[in-house]
């Protein structure tokens, strides 16, 4: 029930978005798309709704989280346009193997998007009940998966923890 | 003023959709050029859209451009994983200067 509320709640607010400046009409019929909406799917949605109740995970996520994410990603770009215009093409691709702790669905989820947007690296397959991530690398600095853990995953998995588990 | 600063962010969009194309072409194979297609048009085209946001301000189009960003971070990165996977389990192998395939190691026998 209470994952269906927040459906209905994040629904609404992506409708009163879609079909804004925000009037009488708009709003009403909103209203019964998104309960319709979180009445169909709203199990599927949110598993744990118990973790929306702390303060602190909106913090880590606001002001932990973004601005990681943010930076990771731009320099990500920098990285691919100096490859990108350098004339000999400095890659050295290869795919690696990297090990995480988290263990919830959304925290892995968010893990590899983050992994993904940031400088040099892309994630080709997850195995979620061993906690394994195999991650396409444009320039393999080392085949050691602990190490690679270190260069690759740590960063990220120190703030997700503290959000997601 | 946030018209001048919004059409700096389009430029600076604008550029990084470019490496990003121009890395699809450069780059030797299907990860490679992947990883160039999702990192920069996904940074270019957010910031193509938040240059729109703050040129038109808080009116219909705007709020659709933030409404899209979001979309566009969510989605994107999970469209790479699923074309880079689907790639690796139809036997696309990794270009010639490659270093390492764990993934083929540990998924050798399994179809």
Request: charged letters at 20%; proline letters at 4%; a positive charge.
């Amino acid at each position: 029930m209470k994952s269906r509320i927040v459906l209905f709640l994040i629904a609404f607010l992506a409708w009163a978005l879609l079909t804004w400046v925000p009037d009488k009409q708009h709003l009403l019929v909103g209203l019964f798309v998104a309960g319709f909406v979180s009445f169909l799917t709203g199990d599927l949605f949110i598993k744990r709704p118990r973790l929306l109740k702390h303060p602190l995970r909106y913090w880590y996520f606001f002001f932990h989280y973004l601005p990681l994410f943010l930076w990771e990603c731009f320099k990500a770009n920098i990285d691919v346009a100096y490859r990108v215009l350098h004339p000999k093409l400095p890659i050295s691709p290869g795919i690696v193997k990297v090990k995480t702790r988290l263990k919830s669905d959304t925290a892995l989820t968010f893990l590899a998007n983050s992994i993904t947007l940031t400088p040099g690296t892309m994630t080709v397959d997850i195995d979620a009940d061993n906690g394994i991530l195999y991650i396409h690398w444009i320039n393999v600095k080392t085949k050691d998966v602990d190490k690679a853990t270190k260069i690759i995953v740590e960063r990220f998995e120190k703030v997700l923890e503290k959000i997601f588990d | 003023m946030s018209n001048t600063i919004g059409l700096i962010f389009i430029g600076v969009g604008l550029a990084f959709d470019f490496f990003g194309c121009l890395g699809l072409v450069r780059l030797p194979d299907v990860y490679n050029r992947l990883q160039a297609a999702t990192k920069c048009v996904t940074l270019g085209t957010c910031s193509i859209l938040f240059g729109t946001f703050l040129i038109v301000g808080p009116t219909a189009a705007g709020m659709k451009a933030l409404l899209c960003i979001i979309f566009l971070i969510l989605t994107a990165p999970v469209a790479a994983h699923a074309v880079s996977r689907g790639a690796h389990r139809a036997g696309v192998k990794l270009s010639e200067g490659s270093v390492v395939d764990m993934y083929k190691k540990d998924k050798e026998g399994e179809v």
